[in-house]
T-cell receptor, first 115, second 114 residues
Framework: DGGITQSPKYLFRKEGQNVTLSCEQN?????MYWYRQDPGQGLRLIYY???????QKGDIAEGYSVSREKKESFPLTVTSAQKNPTAFYLC??????????????FGAGSRLTVL | AQSVTQPDIHITVSEGASLELRCNYS??????LFWYVQSPGQGLQLLLK??????LVQGIKGFEAEFKRSQSSFNLRKPSVHWSDAAEYFC????????????FGSGTQLTVLP
């Protein structure tokens, strides 16, 4: 079955360390997204990519970086510059055009805890 | 600026009872509206969406939602709740063309009593 795979499911990090969260999709979707979820705050967009080798900052990109070298993959790096990285991170994808372009398919998420 | 308000942070219903989750939005044009459900520790799953046409939209798992333009609302309903419906529910609004501009509400946590 097609879907989005995020790994790891749980991750612990010491302050000052960078960590990378993996996101892989086999839906043949062009667009991919990273969201951060905090209790009571809904979802906030970190980065998105509409095509390979191109990505754009979302609403809360500071302290994060991404790459899009392959259509299937969109890893997120949480850098030491992110002041409050403990959160639940969700990767999503969508087709890039027509009426389905704003319909998101989500992965199961990665929970990052900074110790 | 667009926004979504889910007034109820937490709702508790008994199994078999009816359910209505509220969603109010602010959007300058004709909105595209969504309801997603999230089980604990999982990603979000699309329940239903409204783009145009019939204002009563049917979704998966027996859910429906009604778009009321005059009230800027898109409330989610289910006639008879099952224990497996316990989850967090998110309403979202945005334009066509890209999910980049979707705005999500802060969610409503549903507890189902046996």
């Amino acid at each position: 079955d097609g879907g989005i795979t995020q790994s790891p499911k749980y991750l612990f990090r010491k302050e000052g360390q960078n960590v990378t969260l993996s996101c892989e999709q086999n839906l043949n979707h062009d667009a991919m997204y990273w969201y951060r979820q905090d209790p009571g705050q809904g979802l906030r967009l970190i980065y998105y990519s509409q095509i390979v080798n191109d990505f754009q900052k979302g609403d809360i990109a500071e302290g994060y970086s991404v790459s899009r070298e392959k259509k299937e993959s969109f890893p997120l790096t949480v850098t030491s510059a992110q002041k409050n990285p403990t959160a639940f991170y969700l990767c999503a994808s969508s087709i890039s055009k027509n009426s389905g372009a704003n319909v998101l398919t989500f992965g199961a998420g990665s929970r990052l805890t900074v110790l | 600026a667009q926004s979504v308000t889910q007034p109820d942070i937490h709702i508790t219903v008994s199994e078999g009872a009816s359910l209505e989750l509220r969603c109010n939005y602010s959007y300058g044009a004709t909105p595209y509206l969504f309801w997603y459900v999230q089980s604990p520790g999982q990603g979000l799953q699309l329940l239903l969406k409204y783009f145009s046409g019939d204002t009563l939209v049917q979704g998966i798992k027996g859910f429906e939602a009604e778009f009321k333009r005059s009230q800027s609302s898109f409330n989610l309903r289910k006639p008879s709740v099952h224990w497996s419906d316990a989850a967090e529910y998110f309403c979202a609004v945005g334009p066509s063309g890209s999910a980049r501009q979707l705005t999500f509400g802060s969610g409503t946590q549903l507890t189902v009593l046996p």
